[in-house]
C-alpha cells in the first residue's frame, strides 16, 4: 500500500462545500438544495405541481402555521402501481363493507393538520372518491369510493404525496371489540361520576344538619343513586375479583369488591333501619376514581399499542410477477404466488419470497437474516430469502417458498409461539399487595370475632376495610405507569407493557447488537486518501469519481455517489467510452486518458471493517475513498451514560470476530464483552444465560434473542419483526433512548416504592386505630379519599420530575 | 323546606337527561377520536366547491 499523502475527514470537506455554495431549500420538503433547481428530488417536484394544479398549495400555508419542530423529508415515491387494489379476490378480503367500496389504510408520514387537511381533499386529487375521514391518532384513513373509482389511484395518489398507504384487512374482530369496551368504560365512568357528584350534594345536607323527614329522604335517593354505582359501573371489579379467586390469587380487586359490597350491604341496612351510619358519597367516589385512573391507563396504553396492532392487520406485500412471454411484470400479492412462479425484484426493493435467481447478477444485503452487513453477490443458480434486500440490478426468482414457509416465515412463527411462554414476571405491586390484603382479611375477621359486642366489631371491621382500602395501590401505581408510557410515547418509545418498567428498573447489564444498533447499517465514505504525485487537484479527482460511479447499481457505488453528492461535487465531467464489468469495476475516458474504479485489495486489511475502493490511472492508484459502517454519532456518549448506572455492556453480533474487535476498540473502554461470529440460536443461548439483562437489536436474527430476553427493545427500522419478540420499540434512531427509558423506568419505580411507603405508614395507623374503635367508619369514610389524595399528588410530582429529566 | 319536593325531582330529572345524552353520545362513538376532530374544525370547508366548479 502506497503512503497516504493527506487524509480528511468527510466533515472538514463538507464544511468547505457549505461555504462555497448557496443553500436554498426545496420548495415541497425545505431540503437543502445545490444549484439551481427549485427541488430536491422529482418526488417533490412532482407534489408541489399536483398540488398546484387542483388548487391545493394552501396545504404550504397550513403547514407552516402549525408544524414548528417537524421536519420534512423529500418525497422517496415508490414504483408500485398498487394494482391488485382493485382485484375483485383482494376487495372482497379488505373492503370494510359488503359492495367492496370502503377500505382503510395505514399510512406512514401523518405529521399535522395540513396532512390532516391534505388527505380528506382526496375526493379533489383522485376520480371517484366520496370521502377521506382521517384517524390522527391511528394515522388511518377510512376511504369512501363511488362505484366507478378504483382504490389504486387513490393508493397511488397517497404514495406519490409521500404518504406510503398499507391497507388494513377488515377482519380485525379485537379491534372493534376493544372500541366497543372502551367506549362501555366510559359509559361507566360517566354514570360513576354523576351519580357521586349527585351522592355528595345530598350528603353535604346530611353532614350539614338535615333532619327529620327528609333526612330519610336524602338517605333513599342517596341509596337509589348509590345503586347504579354499586352494579352496572362495579361490574369490571367484581369480574376481575372474581377470576382472580377462580385462579386461587388475590387480586387488588379483591378487597375493593369486598369493600364495596361489604360497605353497600351495611349502608342499605342502616338505611332501613333508619340509622346515620351510610357511606354511599366514599364509596360511589371511591367507584368513580378507581374508573377514570383505570381508564386512563387504558387509553395510554391502547395508543401506545395502537400501532403495533394496526401491523398484524396490515396487507402482505405485493410482488411483480414475470411475464416470460412479454418481457412485462404484473403485480399480484405475495400470498397468491405458487412455488414455480417467476417473479421479477427490482433495485432497492425487498425478496418477498425464499427462492432461486434464474436470470440476472446482482447484490443483496441479507443483514434481516443473518446480520451481515456487507451485501453478498447473487447470480444464476443462487439462492434468495424473503426479507432481504436486493441492492443492485433487477434479477428475476424462481419463488420455492412464500409466507410462513419461507425462512423469515418459520423465525416470526416460532417467535410467536415463544412470547407467549415467556416467564410472566411477578409485579412489585401485586407482591406487596398479595402480602398486604392478607394481613388485612386476617385482622379484620380477628376485630370482628373478638370485639365482644357483635354490633361494634362490625363497625370496627368495616371502618378497617375502609380506612385500608389499598388506594395507593388501586390508584397511584396505574397512574404513575401511565404517565410514564405517555412519557416514554411522547420522546417516539412505544412500551408494550407496563410490568416492562419495572423489569427495566432491575437491569443489571445491557448487550447490544452491533449491525444497525451501534452502527448505522449502511457504507458511508469515512475518509479519502489523496495518492496522487502531481498536484492533480483533489476536486477534479472526486469529480471523476463521481462521474464513473454514478452510472454503476453497485450499490457500494451508489453510496459513494451519495456521500460525494452531499459534499456539494457536481456531476459534470464528461465520460466517454463507460464500461461496467461485475465483479471488477467500471471503466471510462475522461480527456483521453483512461481511469478506472476498483475495489484495491489488501492483505492487511481483508476481512476488517472498511472497504477501499480506488480511483485508477494507468494502474496508478490517485484516490482512494474508504468506506465502513459507522458507528453511530450518539453511541460513545450513551454507552458512557449506561456505565454510569453500573451496567455492563456487551456487544453481541453476526459479523465476524476481527469486524467486532475493532468496534469494541473503538467504543473503548465501555464495552466489557464483544462477541462476533453469532448466528441467531448461538444469540439466543447467550441471551439465555444472562440474568436481568435488556437486549437492544433489530431485524430478525435479533428476533429470537430478543424474545427470550428478560427485557427486550427493538430499534428503529424494523418495527415488524422485531416488535412481535420485543418488549419495547424505539422508533428513533440509535441508542440514546435506551438510556431514557432506563433512567425513566428507575424514577417511576421510585415513585411507586414511595407511594407504598406511604400507604403503609397511613393504614398501619388508621387499621390500628379503627381495630382500637378509635376510628368509626365514617371518620374512615372522610380519611379514605384524604389519603387517596396524598398518593396522587405524590404520583403527579413523581411525574413532573420524569418530565423535566 | 316543602320547595325541595319540586326542587329533589327536579334536580334528578336534569341529571338523568345529561347522562342520557352523554350514555348516547359514548355508544354513537363520539369520543373515539378526540384528537382529529379538534383539528378538523380549524380547516376552511370552501376549498372542495371552489375545486369543483
Redesign the interface.
Given at each position: 500500500m502506497s503512503t497516504s499523502t493527506s487524509v480528511t475527514r468527510e466533515n472538514n470537506i463538507l464544511g468547505d462545500a457549505c461555504r462555497l455554495t448557496p443553500h436554498r431549500g426545496c420548495l415541497h420538503c425545505g431540503t437543502k438544495v445545490l444549484g439551481s433547481s427549485a427541488f430536491c428530488c422529482q418526488g417533490c417536484e412532482f407534489v408541489f405541481g399536483l398540488l398546484e394544479k387542483?388548487?391545493?398549495s394552501?396545504y404550504y400555508d397550513?403547514r407552516s402555521a402549525s408544524a414548528n419542530s417537524i421536519s420534512f423529508r423529500p418525497i422517496v415515491a415508490g414504483s408500485d402501481q398498487y394494482s391488485y387494489l382493485d382485484d375483485p379476490e383482494f376487495l372482497k378480503e379488505f373492503s370494510i363493507d359488503n359492495d367492496y367500496r370502503r377500505m382503510d389504510f395505514y399510512l406512514e408520514g401523518i405529521q399535522c393538520?395540513a396532512c390532516?387537511?391534505l388527505i380528506?381533499?382526496l375526493?379533489?386529487l383522485v376520480d371517484g372518491v366520496i370521502s377521506a375521514?382521517?384517524?390522527?391518532?391511528?394515522s388511518t384513513v377510512s376511504v369512501h369510493m363511488s362505484d366507478t373509482g378504483q382504490f389504486s389511484l387513490v393508493a397511488q395518489t397517497l404514495d406519490r404525496l409521500g404518504y406510503r398507504p398499507h391497507p388494513i384487512q377488515k377482519d380485525s374482530d379485537s379491534e372493534r371489540f376493544l372500541?366497543k369496551e372502551?367506549?362501555v368504560w366510559?359509559?361507566r365512568m360517566?354514570?360513576a361520576g354523576?351519580c357521586t357528584g349527585?351522592i355528595m350534594l345530598l350528603a353535604v345536607s346530611i353532614y350539614g344538619g338535615v333532619q327529620g323527614y327528609?333526612e330519610e329522604?336524602f338517605r333513599w335517593?342517596s341509596l337509589a343513586l348509590f345503586l347504579p354505582v354499586a352494579t352496572f359501573c362495579a361490574i369490571p371489579f367484581y369480574k376481575s375479583a372474581l377470576s382472580a379467586l377462580r385462579g386461587r390469587a388475590l387480586s387488588i380487586d379483591v378487597p375493593i369488591s369486598m369493600a364495596i359490597i361489604l360497605g353497600s350491604v351495611v349502608s342499605v341496612v342502616h338505611t332501613i333501619q333508619g340509622s346515620d351510619h351510610v357511606y354511599y358519597d366514599s364509596l360511589a367516589a371511591l367507584v368513580f376514581l378507581l374508573l377514570a385512573t383505570r381508564y386512563l391507563l387504558r387509553r395510554i396504553q391502547q395508543s401506545a399499542m395502537g400501532r403495533v396492532h394496526l401491523l398484524r392487520f396490515l396487507a402482505p406485500a405485493s410482488a411483480r410477477l414475470w411475464n416470460a412471454a412479454t418481457s412485462s411484470t404484473r403485480e399480484i400479492l405475495t400470498k397468491l404466488l405458487k412455488s414455480g412462479d417467476i417473479i421479477a425484484v427490482d433495485t432497492d426493493c425487498s425478496v418477498p419470497v425464499d427462492g432461486v435467481v434464474v436470470s440476472g447478477q446482482s447484490a443483496v444485503n441479507n443483514s434481516l437474516l443473518t446480520g451481515e452487513s456487507f451485501p453478498q453477490k447473487v447470480a444464476m443458480g443462487d439462492e434468495v430469502f424473503a426479507g432481504t434486500l436486493n441492492e443492485g440490478e433487477r434479477i428475476l426468482v424462481k419463488v420455492e417458498s412464500t409466507g410462513i414457509n419461507t425462512r423469515l416465515g418459520k423465525i416470526l412463527d416460532e417467535l410467536e409461539n415463544r412470547t407467549q411462554k415467556k416467564a410472566p414476571i411477578v409485579e412489585a405491586a401485586d407482591r406487596f399487595s398479595q402480602w398486604f390484603l392478607w394481613t388485612v382479611l386476617l385482622s379484620a375477621t380477628a376485630v370482628l370475632i373478638f370485639t365482644p359486642h357483635f354490633a361494634d366489631g362490625l363497625n370496627r371491621a368495616l371502618a378497617m376495610m375502609i380506612v385500608t382500602c389499598p388506594c395507593a395501590l388501586a390508584l397511584a401505581t396505574p397512574l404513575t405507569m401511565s404517565l410514564s408510557l405517555q412519557r416514554a410515547a411522547s420522546a417516539g418509545i412505544l412500551i408494550k407493557d407496563p410490568t416492562t418498567i419495572e423489569r427495566l428498573s432491575q437491569l443489571k447489564s445491557v448487550v447490544l447488537d452491533k449491525t444497525g444498533t451501534i452502527t448505522t447499517g449502511h457504507f458511508e465514505v469515512t475518509s479519502w486518501i489523496n495518492n496522487s504525485k502531481d498536484a492533480e487537484s483533489f476536486q477534479f479527482l472526486k469529480k471523476v469519481f463521481l462521474g464513473l460511479e454514478s452510472r454503476s447499481k453497485h450499490p457500494i457505488a451508489k453510496s459513494i455517489v451519495r456521500n460525494l453528492k452531499n459534499e456539494g461535487i457536481e456531476n459534470s465531467v464528461e465520460i466517454a467510452e463507460w464500461k461496467e464489468s461485475i465483479g471488477s469495476g467500471v471503466k471510462g475516458k475522461v480527456n483521453g486518458q483512461h481511469f478506472e474504479v476498483k475495489a484495491v485489495i489488501d492483505a492487511s486489511q481483508s476481512g476488517g471493517i472498511t472497504t477501499r475502493v480506488g480511483l485508477f490511472r494507468n494502474q496508478d492508484c490517485l484516490l482512494i475513498a474508504e468506506l465502513s459502517d459507522k458507528v453511530r454519532e450518539d453511541t460513545f456518549q450513551t454507552l458512557k451514560s449506561l456505565n454510569d448506572l453500573s451496567l455492563e455492556i456487551s456487544i453481541l453480533s453476526g459479523d465476524s470476530q476481527q469486524v467486532v474487535d475493532v468496534i469494541q476498540s473503538e467504543l473503548q473502554p465501555y464495552v466489557a464483552e464483544a462477541l462476533g461470529s453469532k448466528d441467531p440460536l448461538m444469540k439466543k443461548e447467550y441471551i439465555k444465560k444472562k440474568h436481568l439483562s435488556l437486549m437492544v437489536g433489530d431485524g430478525a436474527n435479533d428476533a429470537l434473542a430478543l424474545a427470550v430476553a428478560p427485557v427486550s427493545a427493538a430499534v428503529h427500522g424494523s418495527m415488524e419483526v422485531s416488535l412481535r419478540a420485543a418488549d419495547v420499540y424505539l422508533s428513533t434512531p440509535g441508542i440514546q433512548p435506551v438510556y431514557d427509558l432506563i433512567v425513566l423506568s428507575r424514577k417511576s419505580m421510585a415513585t411507586i416504592y414511595r407511594n407504598f411507603g406511604f400507604s403503609l405508614f397511613y393504614n398501619l395507623v388508621g387499621g390500628i386505630a379503627a381495630a382500637t374503635g378509635h376510628i368509626t367508619p365514617l371518620m374512615a369514610a372522610v380519611l379514605m379519599p384524604l389519603s387517596a389524595f396524598t398518593v396522587f399528588v405524590s404520583s403527579l410530582v413523581g411525574a413532573r420530575k420524569l418530565v423535566r429529566s | 323546606m316543602t320547595i325541595l319536593a319540586l326542587l329533589l325531582p327536579l334536580a334528578l330529572f336534569l341529571a338523568l337527561t345529561f347522562v342520557g345524552a352523554f350514555v348516547w353520545a359514548s355508544l354513537q362513538g363520539q369520543y373515539d377520536d378526540l384528537e382529529t376532530p379538534a383539528q378538523r374544525i380549524l380547516l376552511e370547508e370552501d376549498m372542495r366547491k371552489e375545486t369543483r366548479s
Amino acid at each position: 500500500m502506497s503512503t497516504s499523502t493527506s487524509v480528511t475527514r468527510e466533515n472538514n470537506i463538507l464544511g468547505d462545500a457549505c461555504r462555497l455554495t448557496p443553500h436554498r431549500g426545496c420548495l415541497h420538503c425545505g431540503t437543502k438544495v445545490l444549484g439551481s433547481s427549485a427541488f430536491c428530488c422529482q418526488g417533490c417536484e412532482f407534489v408541489f405541481g399536483l398540488l398546484e394544479k387542483s388548487g391545493l398549495s394552501q396545504y404550504y400555508d397550513l403547514r407552516s402555521a402549525s408544524a414548528n419542530s417537524i421536519s420534512f423529508r423529500p418525497i422517496v415515491a415508490g414504483s408500485d402501481q398498487y394494482s391488485y387494489l382493485d382485484d375483485p379476490e383482494f376487495l372482497k378480503e379488505f373492503s370494510i363493507d359488503n359492495d367492496y367500496r370502503r377500505m382503510d389504510f395505514y399510512l406512514e408520514g401523518i405529521q399535522c393538520v395540513a396532512c390532516l387537511w391534505l388527505i380528506e381533499k382526496l375526493p379533489v386529487l383522485v376520480d371517484g372518491v366520496i370521502s377521506a375521514e382521517l384517524d390522527f391518532g391511528r394515522s388511518t384513513v377510512s376511504v369512501h369510493m363511488s362505484d366507478t373509482g378504483q382504490f389504486s389511484l387513490v393508493a397511488q395518489t397517497l404514495d406519490r404525496l409521500g404518504y406510503r398507504p398499507h391497507p388494513i384487512q377488515k377482519d380485525s374482530d379485537s379491534e372493534r371489540f376493544l372500541q366497543k369496551e372502551n367506549r362501555v368504560w366510559l359509559v361507566r365512568m360517566g354514570v360513576a361520576g354523576a351519580c357521586t357528584g349527585n351522592i355528595m350534594l345530598l350528603a353535604v345536607s346530611i353532614y350539614g344538619g338535615v333532619q327529620g323527614y327528609w333526612e330519610e329522604v336524602f338517605r333513599w335517593v342517596s341509596l337509589a343513586l348509590f345503586l347504579p354505582v354499586a352494579t352496572f359501573c362495579a361490574i369490571p371489579f367484581y369480574k376481575s375479583a372474581l377470576s382472580a379467586l377462580r385462579g386461587r390469587a388475590l387480586s387488588i380487586d379483591v378487597p375493593i369488591s369486598m369493600a364495596i359490597i361489604l360497605g353497600s350491604v351495611v349502608s342499605v341496612v342502616h338505611t332501613i333501619q333508619g340509622s346515620d351510619h351510610v357511606y354511599y358519597d366514599s364509596l360511589a367516589a371511591l367507584v368513580f376514581l378507581l374508573l377514570a385512573t383505570r381508564y386512563l391507563l387504558r387509553r395510554i396504553q391502547q395508543s401506545a399499542m395502537g400501532r403495533v396492532h394496526l401491523l398484524r392487520f396490515l396487507a402482505p406485500a405485493s410482488a411483480r410477477l414475470w411475464n416470460a412471454a412479454t418481457s412485462s411484470t404484473r403485480e399480484i400479492l405475495t400470498k397468491l404466488l405458487k412455488s414455480g412462479d417467476i417473479i421479477a425484484v427490482d433495485t432497492d426493493c425487498s425478496v418477498p419470497v425464499d427462492g432461486v435467481v434464474v436470470s440476472g447478477q446482482s447484490a443483496v444485503n441479507n443483514s434481516l437474516l443473518t446480520g451481515e452487513s456487507f451485501p453478498q453477490k447473487v447470480a444464476m443458480g443462487d439462492e434468495v430469502f424473503a426479507g432481504t434486500l436486493n441492492e443492485g440490478e433487477r434479477i428475476l426468482v424462481k419463488v420455492e417458498s412464500t409466507g410462513i414457509n419461507t425462512r423469515l416465515g418459520k423465525i416470526l412463527d416460532e417467535l410467536e409461539n415463544r412470547t407467549q411462554k415467556k416467564a410472566p414476571i411477578v409485579e412489585a405491586a401485586d407482591r406487596f399487595s398479595q402480602w398486604f390484603l392478607w394481613t388485612v382479611l386476617l385482622s379484620a375477621t380477628a376485630v370482628l370475632i373478638f370485639t365482644p359486642h357483635f354490633a361494634d366489631g362490625l363497625n370496627r371491621a368495616l371502618a378497617m376495610m375502609i380506612v385500608t382500602c389499598p388506594c395507593a395501590l388501586a390508584l397511584a401505581t396505574p397512574l404513575t405507569m401511565s404517565l410514564s408510557l405517555q412519557r416514554a410515547a411522547s420522546a417516539g418509545i412505544l412500551i408494550k407493557d407496563p410490568t416492562t418498567i419495572e423489569r427495566l428498573s432491575q437491569l443489571k447489564s445491557v448487550v447490544l447488537d452491533k449491525t444497525g444498533t451501534i452502527t448505522t447499517g449502511h457504507f458511508e465514505v469515512t475518509s479519502w486518501i489523496n495518492n496522487s504525485k502531481d498536484a492533480e487537484s483533489f476536486q477534479f479527482l472526486k469529480k471523476v469519481f463521481l462521474g464513473l460511479e454514478s452510472r454503476s447499481k453497485h450499490p457500494i457505488a451508489k453510496s459513494i455517489v451519495r456521500n460525494l453528492k452531499n459534499e456539494g461535487i457536481e456531476n459534470s465531467v464528461e465520460i466517454a467510452e463507460w464500461k461496467e464489468s461485475i465483479g471488477s469495476g467500471v471503466k471510462g475516458k475522461v480527456n483521453g486518458q483512461h481511469f478506472e474504479v476498483k475495489a484495491v485489495i489488501d492483505a492487511s486489511q481483508s476481512g476488517g471493517i472498511t472497504t477501499r475502493v480506488g480511483l485508477f490511472r494507468n494502474q496508478d492508484c490517485l484516490l482512494i475513498a474508504e468506506l465502513s459502517d459507522k458507528v453511530r454519532e450518539d453511541t460513545f456518549q450513551t454507552l458512557k451514560s449506561l456505565n454510569d448506572l453500573s451496567l455492563e455492556i456487551s456487544i453481541l453480533s453476526g459479523d465476524s470476530q476481527q469486524v467486532v474487535d475493532v468496534i469494541q476498540s473503538e467504543l473503548q473502554p465501555y464495552v466489557a464483552e464483544a462477541l462476533g461470529s453469532k448466528d441467531p440460536l448461538m444469540k439466543k443461548e447467550y441471551i439465555k444465560k444472562k440474568h436481568l439483562s435488556l437486549m437492544v437489536g433489530d431485524g430478525a436474527n435479533d428476533a429470537l434473542a430478543l424474545a427470550v430476553a428478560p427485557v427486550s427493545a427493538a430499534v428503529h427500522g424494523s418495527m415488524e419483526v422485531s416488535l412481535r419478540a420485543a418488549d419495547v420499540y424505539l422508533s428513533t434512531p440509535g441508542i440514546q433512548p435506551v438510556y431514557d427509558l432506563i433512567v425513566l423506568s428507575r424514577k417511576s419505580m421510585a415513585t411507586i416504592y414511595r407511594n407504598f411507603g406511604f400507604s403503609l405508614f397511613y393504614n398501619l395507623v388508621g387499621g390500628i386505630a379503627a381495630a382500637t374503635g378509635h376510628i368509626t367508619p365514617l371518620m374512615a369514610a372522610v380519611l379514605m379519599p384524604l389519603s387517596a389524595f396524598t398518593v396522587f399528588v405524590s404520583s403527579l410530582v413523581g411525574a413532573r420530575k420524569l418530565v423535566r429529566s | 323546606m316543602t320547595i325541595l319536593a319540586l326542587l329533589l325531582p327536579l334536580a334528578l330529572f336534569l341529571a338523568l337527561t345529561f347522562v342520557g345524552a352523554f350514555v348516547w353520545a359514548s355508544l354513537q362513538g363520539q369520543y373515539d377520536d378526540l384528537e382529529t376532530p379538534a383539528q378538523r374544525i380549524l380547516l376552511e370547508e370552501d376549498m372542495r366547491k371552489e375545486t369543483r366548479s
